[in-house]
């Protein structure tokens, strides 16, 4: 996540995991089918197994 202004400050980084269901459980870093989706404050991401939405709480 980056704060908005002129300048470049990154204020937080997201990793996405998912977690396979069985017999391959394993711990993988998820890749996006989309490109992301802006409504208002949040953003919607499309993974290969969820749609994430990042916004406040």
């Given at each position: ?9 990154q204020?937080?980084r ?11 459980a ?11 989706i ?9 993974g ?10």
């Amino acid at each position: 996540m980056i704060e908005p202004g002129r300048t470049y400050k990154q204020i937080a980084r997201i990793r996405i995991e998912y977690l396979a269901a069985e017999p391959f459980a394993s711990r993988h870093q998820e890749a996006t089918i989309s490109a992301p989706i802006f409504e208002g404050d949040r953003m919607y991401i499309r993974g290969e197994g969820a749609l994430y939405c990042i916004g406040p709480k």
